[in-house]
């Protein structure tokens, strides 16, 4: 079994910051590539930035240059760091894992989502 808890969501001014952490547990043979969606009300789920087992990164133009996403392999746990925040970052953000189960399964795993509003 593997589980993915996610933390630092809340509520904050445009302009500020907050960062987002997700830890992955249970029987991992080894983490792939690591990322983080958001769904903001009556859109679609999106990709926000992703991180592969490399260390390269993407991000999705809205993002580029305001959050950061990086991992931190020895806690099998990805950040995403939220600067510059504006309204239209408000949504439920969700960590999405690939995680090797074995030398040759592996599956994509899904955080429970928190909740980042960007509000004055």
């Known amino acids: 079994q593997v589980q993915l808890v996610e933390s630092g969501g809340g509520l904050v001014q445009p302009g500020g910051s907050l960062r987002l952490s997700c830890a992955a547990s249970?029987?991992?043979?080894?983490?792939?590539?690591m990322a983080w969606y958001r769904q903001a009300p009556g859109k679609q789920r999106e990709l926000v930035a992703s991180?592969?087992?490399?260390?390269?990164?993407k991000y999705s133009d809205s993002v580029k240059g305001r959050f950061t996403i990086s991992r931190d392999n020895a806690k099998n746990t990805v950040y995403l760091q939220m600067n510059s925040l504006k309204p239209e970052d408000t949504a439920v953000y969700y960590c999405?894992?690939?995680?090797?189960?074995?030398?040759?399964?592996?599956?994509?795993?899904w955080g429970q989502g928190t909740q980042v509003t960007v509000s004055s």
């Open positions: 991180i592969a087992s490399s260390d390269t990164t």
């Open positions: 249970g029987s991992i043979f080894s983490i792939n590539a």
């Open positions: 999405n894992v690939e995680i090797l189960l074995d030398n040759t399964h592996k599956r994509a795993y």
